[in-house]
């Protein structure tokens, strides 16, 4: 395989041997400065440099690719890029590949210097079962007029707009008719967060970092570009589904974290399998959107594939946002409460604010069907805040009538609680209608891995507020939480009751989790008590507080004040 002054290319037909004069004429099409070969197999190379000084791929101990890494030259932005370059060159070089070629453009960091821009590309020669064998390779230093019109073309292609990106796909399209592509479309969830928690100049080096892997990730046979945000496209060729699956799962081992952040990307997939007389490059683009969007805010999920029945649930979704603006515009949205009461005396302890919608024409609407498209379009916010305002007048309402107040617990939604001031504008409505603190209880959902911030609850607790966690045993285990809780109240879920008390099992369940809570000094409230089986299981474990069909149905503010008397 080696011998001196040439080099055996594995897979060229019958067996050619190549001098090295011809792989340098090979590789010099770019002008480049920097020259390279490595036999994989007997761990072998060569480096030509010329008088080109820029980088140190020269070593007796390491191959060309891995001299960068180990001379230390690459700090930051471009060790993250490249080492994830190199690893994937070498996982090429144990298990079958199907990239004929793979480049990376990455920032080195020069003493005194404006950083300098780099691209570096490895042709890929493969054995018999496709791993690779041998990599020739060459790099080169961008001029400063190649980093202008990258930056610009970098621009013009991330725009709403991108013209010269689609007609590149277009062509990609055309050049190979029978072969099937996928456009994949990914965004970082709740990308905001990143840039309030860790500054605006993170955030930019973040889409940067994103932007320079999909370089490395995506072959020759793809394309890809930062569409605008932080949303991203990558069109990739493919033979079967699992060649998209294995795809997606390198994007999100390799771009879901960077610099000790992590972050959750969300993916749309649309596919254009047949070619027809007539495809539009952006209505693909369009279903591997509505794909993505379908699934945003959703914990378990983050992976969509778009179907015709998704795009008339989207348009669905969207008239439904239109109406419900509509309806906050019009006052359509009224506060319903539901009584909370004493297990033991069956008397009325409180009460929780819940959202209906009065809706002109079909009546009262339950929020099951519009509350997720309040949260997707931001609308939940404003609804939430009128909530909260009505139980401040509601309380206001109480006190100066001189009845007996009972605490209202209103709902905070955690799609915007790190993001918002929600502190200063409950305090603000406290103020504002001179009401006592404690009587506007706070419920707030706890989720296992990007849940609540306990900044926010520490803080609300020390401005008076009562806090209770909302929906306590649904979906996860909700007694790592109980360790450190900021919380004051549990709120048992309906369905943690309803399912645990089918079998003994389940019912010890129960009782010790309600025996733990009252020795760590957490008060519970649980939530769907239908029966006096329940009722009367919930209070020989000892739980002191319930709301449910069983004693009252949500109900309006009229009908909570007669219950009163």
């Excluded at 945003?296 to 946002?321: S, T």
Aim: glycine share 6%.
């Amino acid at each position: 395989m080696w011998q001196k002054d040439k080099w055996f290319f594995c897979g060229v037909k019958d067996m050619e041997f190549i001098t090295e004069k011809k792989v340098l004429d090979m590789l010099s099409e770019h002008g480049s400065s920097v020259y390279f070969y490595w036999n994989c197999i007997e761990n072998k190379w060569w480096v030509k440099t010329g008088n080109f000084k820029g980088l140190n791929l020269e070593s007796e101990s390491y191959n060309p690719l891995e001299a960068l890494i180990a001379t230390g030259q690459l700090t930051g932005e471009g060790y993250f890029v490249y080492n994830r370059y190199y690893q994937r060159i070498l996982n090429g070089t144990r298990n079958p590949i199907k990239a004929d070629s793979l480049s990376v453009t990455f920032r080195l960091s020069v003493k005194g210097e404006e950083d300098r821009i780099y691209t570096l590309v490895s042709y890929f020669n493969k054995d018999e079962e496709g791993r690779i064998a041998e990599i020739s390779g060459e790099a080169w230093e961008f001029t400063g007029q190649e980093v202008m019109d990258q930056n610009i073309l970098s621009r013009f292609t991330a725009d709403k707009s991108p013209t010269v990106f689609y007609d590149r796909v277009e062509q990609m399209l055309n050049k190979n008719p029978d072969s099937k592509y996928a456009f994949i479309q990914f965004d970082i969830e709740c990308f905001k967060m990143i840039n309030d928690r860790y500054g605006t100049d993170m955030g930019d080096r973040v889409l940067a970092f994103i932007d320079n892997m999909l370089a490395v990730l995506c072959t020759a046979e793809g394309a890809y570009m930062r569409m605008n945000a932080d949303i991203f496209l990558a069109v990739i060729s493919y033979q079967d589904p699992e060649d998209i699956t294995d795809f997606i799962s390198t994007l999100d081992f390799n771009l879901s974290w960077y610099e000790g952040i992590e972050y959750k990307l969300v993916y749309g997939v649309s596919t254009l399998d047949e070619r027809k007389d007539y495809y539009d490059v952006r209505e693909i683009i369009d279903g591997a959107s509505i794909a993505r969007q379908s699934i945003k805010g959703n914990e378990l999920k983050n992976v969509a594939v778009f179907n015709q029945n998704l795009k008339k649930d989207i348009e669905h979704r969207k008239n439904m946002g239109a109406k419900l603006r509509h309806a906050l515009e019009n006052n359509e949205f009224v506060m319903y409460l539901q009584p909370k009461f004493d297990i033991e005396t069956e008397t009325l302890t409180g009460a929780e604010a819940l959202l209906r919608w009065n809706h002109p024409e079909a009546g009262i609407i339950l929020p099951e069907q519009f509350l997720s498209v309040l949260e997707s379009n931001g609308l939940i916010l404003n609804v939430d805040k009128y909530i909260w305002e009505q139980a401040c007048i509601t309380l206001k309402k109480w006190i100066d009538e001189g009845k007996k107040v009972y605490p209202i617990s209103v709902n905070v939604s955690r799609v915007y609680i790190d993001t918002e001031n929600v502190v200063d504008y409950l305090k603000m409505l406290i103020h504002k209608y001179k009401i006592p603190v404690n009587l506007l209880e706070i419920e707030i959902t706890e989720t296992a891995g990007g849940g609540t911030s306990p900044d926010i609850v520490n803080e609300l607790k020390e401005n008076g507020f009562t806090m209770l966690m909302d929906d306590f045993g649904s979906g996860y285990s909700s007694l790592t939480v109980l360790r450190s809780t900021p919380f004051d109240v549990l709120k048992l879920d309906r369905a943690f009751l309803s399912e645990f008390m089918e079998n003994d099992r389940g019912k010890k369940i129960i009782s010790h989790t309600i025996a733990m809570s009252k020795d760590m000094g957490l008060k519970l409230v649980a939530e769907g008590v239908e029966t006096q089986e329940q009722a009367e299981f919930l209070q020989s474990c000892g739980c002191t507080t319930a709301q449910g069909f069983y004693y009252a149905e949500p109900m309006t503010i009229e009908e909570f004040e007669q219950l009163m008397h």
